[in-house]
């Protein structure tokens, strides 16, 4: 039995979105619902994949199978494609598994040529509109299929306007369109060296396959590589009939979301035009009405489209972004698919829609992605601050969020600059999906046209982007490379400030603030804390890191970085004393003076912490990061340490490494400068013992860092044993301590077994472990590594993800071993994976205790480890004990 690749509507349904593309299995469901759908067919995704497979081409199987569907689309619709006198016009359009818009390529009124145009004219009686809809199907079908820039048409249809004086696209008459129809003939006979196809049945299947190829276009490979889906799924497409919003005043075209996607408020949110095709409204050309005007337009089809929505929303038991056409008085819904939105926008309808008992408390958590909670994590612009800001323009909150940068108009030089470490905003007259690498690499995006769901408002949505989108008041030049507002010029390279919560544009760098937890987010963060059961803590380096840690939810420290403490400026000269010191005695004289800093750091981290366990890694990079290199810095140190440029020079000299990642750092230096050692952890216990005093429960964890050997945590655990008890029995003040390690370099994770049996803890420092695993330099792997993802050599920057099947393997080792001796030995992670969603799913399905992350990552790790317990409970993952 032969494999089905094409289905009509009315035989799929939603489940069948793997098949089907998400446009395509929504279509069907619509169309099973009762909803005014147009109909056509679907090509599915496995003939995508076959036409990869076949060397780009369509094979007959496939071929013939869209010649049938059509047959039987042509009856239905009692038109013909091609037909001179009644043709059917079909729209042709990409519609992969998961929602990519703006990604892909669509086609609109394919089946026009120099013959059906008259059939059109004759079956609309509409001479002006049919030859609009020619215009534009030449336009489409050059740019998609057969890859003529856009910009030549354009060009074109301005020429038109500038020499009639026209502002919109509408005033073009007939005659005018009839001239540039002939005019875009000629451009893509120029290009294509053939004349535009007549024959409908080649425009379509040149169109098919220009879908299919869209999948690959580099604009879609970076979507998919920054929204995690796989590479292999493919798109189907949908073959439509078409039904025209630009056949007079009686029709229109719009989009719409159930709910406001900023937001997330209760209330129908959208766009449409009069008089126009779908493409129009996204793309910024006219500037579109609120869909709440649209009542007053016309009322009864306001109404079927407000019924409409409410059923797609209840239907799918989700917030719906609809596209909708209006055909002379007749609404049609032309797709549906689950809204892009805010994180603000995204809990607020899932706690919305538990209340109304739509979903379960499971289902809201699993709803949502974890690292858009990073949209709601970061500063928005000071209120203080905006009391002072010079406002110069205002447009549509496209996106909202703060966002403050230098002013670049091009992609490539957002790109740029951003890799300079540049915060920058991009600045267009208008966005496309040309732009999106300038898009995810700007702070936020500025543009002076398109309306609320452009092309900009859309992706700077889903990505969590700051965007005010038509702001009118702006003369953006790209090629000048500068903005006008009124007499004020900005020039490329200077400082805006935009709010897309208001739409507002600051000249120059407006301070930001915190964020705070409340409301609908802290209601979704108490039920995933109801359902998790992996701790989250946090690595932070000074009290007030902690506290912010806490208010984001953190259970305690994963990891105090102790050597951070050190570059404090009243510090740094008591920690260069020690470092040069030549004999054992200075040395311990200059760590005298370190001691109570080091003390009321501890102190103010215990108290912070109240009760909560306390991560505390002992000195860890080598000693040549603490001492100057540049010879006026030696000279200026020199003087103050009452020594000679050249001994300060030699001792410079004699510390530095070849490689000192892997050289004189973490428990090396503790078993060559024990005195080190020695004072930190003096330091940690009378910190415990003054905050303990004061009646604070404290649960310091001593950590060694970068054992390789047993023999090293053999030899300092007594060391530190001692020197804390001794604290303990000078004070009186009793308190439980552990003493453990941060497991980081391979040879660590195979001897697991031999080194807990000396150890309370393992904690994975993955940052280094993927270091040493991969043998890639943190600090250099950035020339390469991004080449290695666009080339497939990686599937992921494994710094930022973590390589589950190489580096997962040696914590898995570690886990595995470490229980066999010690099954009780409390397992976390404290490099910045532990922030990551999928790592965080990794660990939790080891069975380690706790993840550990920045505090600005602390909710998302959350999120994830409820995610996980869920998918535990379900049977999807299963946890290791």
């Not at 829609?353 to 408390?361: D, F, N, P, Q, T």
Request: proline share 4%; with cysteine; hydrophobic share 40%.
């Amino acid at each position: 039995m032969s494999t089905k690749f094409v289905y009509s509507f009315n035989e799929g349904n939603k489940d069948m979105r793997s098949l089907l593309g998400g446009k395509g299995a929504n279509l069907a469901e619509m169309t099973n619902i009762g909803l005014p759908v147009p109909q056509g067919f679907t090509i599915t995704t496995e003939a995508c994949n076959d036409y990869y497979a076949n060397d780009l081409k369509i094979r007959e199987e496939i071929i013939n199978q869209i010649d049938e569907k059509l047959a039987q689309l042509e009856e239905e619709q009692g038109k013909k494609l091609g037909c001179e006198k009644n043709p059917l016009l079909v729209s042709v359009r990409s519609g992969a598994v998961f929602s990519m818009p703006g990604m892909m390529d669509t086609i609109l009124n394919l089946g026009l040529n120099d013959i059906s145009v008259n059939g059109l004219i004759e079956s609309t009686k509409n001479e002006r509109f049919s030859y609009d809809s020619y215009r534009r199907f030449i336009q489409m079908f050059s740019d998609v299929a057969m890859e003529i820039p856009k910009y030549k048409f354009e060009n074109v249809l301005d020429k038109f306007k500038e020499v009639n004086g026209y502002q919109y696209d509408t005033e073009l008459t007939t005659e005018d369109l009839k001239k540039i129809v002939e005019e875009f003939k000629g451009i893509y006979k120029a290009e294509i060296g053939e004349d535009f196809p007549q024959d409908p049945r080649k425009q379509l299947m040149l169109s098919i396959e220009a879908v299919f190829r869209s999948w690959n276009n580099p604009r879609a490979i970076v979507y998919r590589r920054l929204n995690d889906i796989d590479n292999n799924l493919g798109t189907a497409v949908n073959i439509q009939s078409m039904v025209f919003g630009n056949m007079g005043e009686d029709s229109g075209t719009g989009v719409a979301f159930t709910r406001n996607p900023s937001t997330g408020e209760n209330k129908l949110f959208g766009e449409y035009l009069i008089n126009a095709q779908g493409e129009d409204v996204v793309a910024g050309i006219r500037t579109p009405q609120s869909i709440d005007t649209l009542k007053n337009d016309m009322p009864e089809i306001y109404d079927e489209f407000v019924q409409a929505t409410q059923t797609l929303e209840s239907h799918y038991r989700d917030m719906q972004d609809i596209e909708f056409t209006i055909e002379k008085g007749k609404l049609y819904i032309l797709q549906t698919r689950n809204g892009k939105r805010t994180a603000k926008a995204a809990i607020n309808v899932v706690v919305d829609l538990v209340k109304a008992g739509m979903i379960s408390k499971e289902e809201a958590i699993l709803r949502i992605e974890p690292n858009q909670l990073d949209q709601l994590l970061h500063p928005t612009f000071d209120p203080k601050a905006l009391k002072t800001a010079e406002k110069i323009a205002k447009g549509l909150p496209a996106s909202p969020g703060a966002a403050v940068g230098k002013v670049y108009f091009h992609a490539e030089d957002v790109v740029e600059h951003v890799k300079n470490g540049e915060k920058v905003l991009l600045v267009r007259q208008e966005t496309s999906p040309e732009d999106i690498e300038g898009m995810v690499s700007a702070e936020g995006i500025l543009t002076a046209r398109g309306g609320m769901t452009s092309h900009a408002a859309v992706v700077a949505r889903g990505m969590g982007k700051c965007c005010v989108a038509g702001c009118g008041q702006l003369r953006v030049d790209e090629a000048a490379r500068e903005i006008r507002v009124g007499d004020r010029i900005i020039k490329e390279g200077q400082y805006l400030s935009i709010d897309g919560s208001s739409g507002t544009v600051y000249i120059g760098s407006v301070d930001m603030t915190n964020v705070e937890v409340h409301g609908n987010f802290a209601i979704f963060m108490e039920w995933v804390d109801e359902i998790r059961d992996m701790m989250v803590r946090t690595n932070a380096d000074n009290p007030r890191d902690a506290r912010k840690a806490i208010e984001f939810g953190a259970e305690g420290i994963g990891l105090c970085r102790t050597e951070h403490m050190f570059f404090d400026e009243e510090r740094i000269p008591a920690v260069r004393r020690m470092i040069l010191a030549e004999e054992v005695e200075d040395r311990i004289a200059a760590l005298d003076k370190l001691l109570p800093y080091q003390r009321d750091d501890f102190y103010g981290i215990f108290k912070a912490m109240d009760g909560m366990p306390a991560n505390i890694r002992l000195l860890d990079p080598p000693l040549h990061e603490f001492l100057p290199h540049d010879e006026p810095s030696i000279q200026a140190l020199a003087k103050q340490m009452n020594i000679k440029p050249s001994d300060l020079k030699k001792r410079v000299v004699d510390l530095e490494e070849f490689n000192p990642m892997l050289g004189h750092r973490g428990c090396r230096l503790a078993v060559t400068y024990p005195e080190i050692c020695e004072m930190q952890a003096r330091a940690i216990a009378q910190g415990a013992i003054l905050a303990a005093k004061e009646g604070v429960e404290v649960h310091p964890e001593i950590m060694v860092p970068l054992i390789g050997t047993v023999n090293e945590l053999k030899l300092l655990r007594p060391l530190i044993e001692n020197t804390v008890n001794e604290e303990i029995e000078k004070s009186g003040v009793k308190f439980e301590y552990t003493v453990g390690t941060m497991i980081e370099i391979p040879r660590a994770c195979v001897t697991a077994d031999e080194i807990a049996e000396v150890a309370d803890f393992f904690s994975f420092g993955t940052n280094d472990l993927t270091q040493m695993g991969f043998g890639y330099s943190r600090d250099d792997a950035g020339k390469f590594l991004d080449e290695y993802v666009e080339k497939g050599i990686l599937e992921k920057d494994p710094f930022q993800v973590l390589d589950q099947d190489g580096i997962g393997k040696f914590v898995e080792m570690a886990v595995k071993l470490g229980r066999s001796t010690k099954p009780n030995i409390k397992l976390g992670i404290c490099g910045e994976h532990g922030g990551e969603p999928s790592s965080v799913e990794f660990c939790y399905r080891l069975g380690l205790n706790y993840v550990s992350c920045s505090p600005f990552r602390v909710p998302i790790a959350r999120l994830a480890a409820a995610q996980a317990t869920i998918k535990a409970k379900k049977g999807d993952i299963s946890r290791d004990k």
